[in-house]
């Protein structure tokens, strides 16, 4: 991996004061991009262990909050490969300062959806991020009001409270949703099917008796007498029951 440069101080890319090493590599080309030279994976001088130490000493200040990647484009296959030594190093010396990562390509979409599909090395270098700015720079979108980004479109994501993949909340809910469907008993399972099937019999019978009586009350009272909650809830209040 190259490197474009590394900026002592920075105020301008994160949150505090900050060690910024901006990588060489990226393919997404945006116009108005304030670093195209970096566009070249060539470009640059090689990321070696002196300049990890480099960034290591940097770091060691109480006034410094973290370290900032930017680009090029930090997430590029052969960059996350060579970023990889230095995220490990930096939070096992300083696991109270925090780690952005600005990136064009998306959390959700390009990350989560494809990244973590194909590359092992992602989710290693996700678990260090703290904060990802994510998104390419749309040049019309552009609006100097925005904080730590360049234009609408891009989000500041706080990884750390988001979580991803298995360690989220949601895919926890789903996890215990899915189990608790696979230990269902054979009966509750029985009274869910015929369930799904009873709602739109009562509703087809109500509306027949509504018809042909002329009296919409005896539509209604089918549907009351084919609620289906008695069949729903009786089942598993008699199996506890039992």
């Known amino acids: 991996m190259n490197y474009a440069d590394i900026k002592i101080a920075d105020v301008a890319n994160g949150q505090g004061v900050r060690v910024s090493l901006f990588v060489s590599g990226c393919n997404h080309h945006c116009k108005g991009c304030f670093n195209a030279q970096a566009w070249d994976f060539n470009y640059g001088k090689e990321f070696t262990e002196e300049d990890i130490e480099r960034i290591i000493n940097e770091l060691d200040h109480p006034y410094v909050s973290g370290l900032s990647l930017l680009g090029g484009e930090p997430l590029e296959y052969q960059n996350q490969q060579g970023l990889l030594p230095l995220l490990k190093r930096v939070k096992e010396k300083f696991p109270e300062k925090d780690i952005w990562c600005y990136s064009g390509y998306t959390f959700d979409k390009d990350i989560v959806g ?37 234009s609408s479109n891009q989000r500041v994501i706080d990884i750390k409270a988001t979580k991803v993949g298995t360690d989220s909340s949601l895919e926890k809910l789903i996890r215990l949703v899915q189990e608790a469907d696979e230990k269902q008993a054979p009966t509750q399972r029985i009274a869910d099917k015929w369930a799904t099937w009873l709602v739109p019999v009562a509703l087809i019978i109500a509306i027949a008796a509504w018809l042909i009586t002329g009296n919409i009350e005896r539509g209604v009272t089918v549907l009351v007498v084919f609620c289906p909650c008695a069949l729903i809830l009786a089942t598993p209040t008699a199996i506890m029951a039992a």
Request: hydrophobic residues 30%.
């Open 114 to 150: 494809n990244m973590f599909e194909n590359w092992p090395e992602t989710k290693e270098v996700m678990s260090y991020i703290d904060v990802l700015v994510d998104g390419q720079y749309k040049d019309e979108l552009h609006d100097f009001r925005l904080k730590y980004r360049g």
